[in-house]
């Protein structure tokens, strides 16, 4: 094994054919951010831990023989993989995936501007509800239980019946106000859910929301 490749060293591959370097663990989104390529992102934030649930930065590898399409905060890279971040088929993924989020979220004007780039201005699934703005990435649940420690938020339900809740769906005593859940969203969509996320919060503090 090349000592340069081996665990914990420095990864060397190629985005759109330009030559680089990973560190230590960093995904393929992260390296190409280092590198200043862009891939576009929803659900990705580094202050938590990536989920992939919004499948918006897939990008097409290829290794050998083996080509494939994945979601770059989720995949590390390999020594010699080849990573194409516009390819036709990555342009179809993602065309894919914005008419899903146009249905998941068809009030949020974010989804609606990057559907728009790639030529997505209508989805053929349900919409279940027209003003919808959150995407269920999941960001908010991720720094309110990674960064702040709280848990004042979680998701009820799987699949097309999952919805960002208080536990047990009451207002949460558990919540400090911090505003790092609004901050983290990236369509602007808990603002609007604020009382009932931060429960009595200005009774017992004396204080409104900060954010
Ligand atoms: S940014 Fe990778 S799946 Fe959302």
């Known amino acids: 094994m090349n ?3 081996k665990p914990g060293g420095l990864i060397k591959f190629v985005i759109d054919g330009q030559k680089v370097e990973a560190g230590p663990g960093w995904s393929i989104l992260e390296t190409a951010r280092h590198h200043h390529i862009h891939i576009p992102t929803l659900c990705f934030h580094p202050a938590v831990t990536p989920w992939g649930s919004c499948r918006l930065c897939v990008v097409e590898t290829r290794y050998g023989k083996r080509s494939q399409v994945v979601a770059s905060c989720l995949t590390r890279p390999v020594p010699e993989l080849e990573v194409m971040t ?3 088929r990555v342009q179809n993924v993602r065309r894919w995936v914005l008419e899903m989020l146009l249905a998941e979220c ?3 004007r974010e989804v609606k501007d990057l559907a ?3 030529g997505v201005t209508s989805t053929r699934f349900a919409i279940k509800d027209p003003n919808e703005e959150c995407l269920k990435c999941g960001r908010c649940v991720a720094v309110c239980h990674e960064v702040v420690g709280v ?3 979680t998701f009820g339900s ?3 019946t999952k919805q960002l809740e208080t536990p047990h769906r009451v207002p949460n005593n558990a919540c400090v106000g911090c505003g790092c859940c609004v901050s983290v969203c990236p369509t602007g969509a808990l603002q609007a859910r604020l009382d009932t996320v931060r429960g009595d919060l200005a009774r017992r503090t004396g204080h409104g929301f900060a954010h």
Do not use: D, I, T
């Open 106 to 108: 068809p009030a949020s």
């Open 86 to 88: 516009n390819s036709e």
């Open 3 to 5: 000592p340069k490749n």
């Open 116 to 118: 728009a780039q790639y």
């Open 151 to 153: 848990n004042a938020l």
């Open 158 to 160: 799987r699949g097309v």
